[in-house]
């Protein structure tokens, strides 16, 4: 072998050496990563069953203000320690509950919408949508509470759990935010798309009073 030959070979041979090393240190990495974010979740999912108790008592009818308080700073506290795990969604709608019932409707909103950028899925995903929608049209701002329950009852499928319930909360806000042909319609739709409903007379007694007061 020439001596090019040769210096090409060791040179080669380093930089697999030095590749093969950057690919071992990856991959220790990799793992180290993955083993923090299992130990971090595992951490989060316990601090949120901790909170279980306060947001318990916080929840019920009986439920006194210092008691609100204490759960909602417990899952504040999740929140900010625990953000990245798989309990911070459930841990952000726990807390946009506890601030709707406490009247802090804004702060409610917040906590709703942090459940869903942090990923809420499923039944928790619809239930903190709804929630935003909610929060508005509790401030009475109509037309954002129709936004935001529209957005629910675009994806609505009659045979999913909250057809009814989005489709009868957009309707109210249409109703509510002066649109009353277009709450009509939401109501029509419920009615030929979930015709055994159990609300069939309130759903029909709605449309005829929409009917009425456009007469």
């Known amino acids: 072998m020439s001596e090019l030959g040769e210096l090409l070979a060791s040179r080669a041979a380093r930089l697999g050496l030095k590749i093969a090393g ?38 019920g009818p009986l439920a006194t203000g210092d008691a ?11 929140l900010a ?34 459940a869903l950028a942090k990923g ?9 949508a709804s929630g935003v929608g909610y929060t508005w049209e509790a401030e009475k ?7 935001a329950y529209a957005a629910l009852a675009r994806e609505a499928q009659p045979q999913q759990f909250f057809f009814e319930e989005a489709l009868l909360d ?13 709450a009509l319609a939401t109501y029509e739709r419920l009615l030929k798309e979930a015709p055994d409903s159990r609300r069939t007379p309130d759903i029909r007694a709605k449309i005829a009073e929409l009917q009425a007061r456009g007469k």
């Not at 701002?141 to 936004?147: D, K, L, P, S």
């Open 22 to 59: 950057v690919v071992v240190a990856l991959t220790v990495l990799g793992t180290a990563g993955w083993l923090w974010l299992r130990a971090e979740d595992a951490r989060g999912q316990a601090a949120l069953a901790a909170s279980a108790d306060l947001v318990q008592q916080a929840d």
């Open 68 to 78: 609100r308080r204490k759960a909602i700073v417990s899952l504040q506290t999740v």
């Open 81 to 114: 320690q625990y953000g990245r795990s798989s309990a911070a969604p459930q841990a952000a709608y726990q807390l946009g509950n506890l601030q709707y019932h406490a009247g802090d409707y804004a702060a409610a909103r917040g906590a709703f919408e942090i």
């Open 120 to 128: 809420a899925a499923g039944s928790l995903r619809t239930l903190a």
């Open 141 to 147: 701002n109509y037309a954002n509470a129709v936004t």
């Open 170 to 182: 957009l309707a109210r806000a249409q109703a509510l935010a002066g649109k009353p042909g277009e």
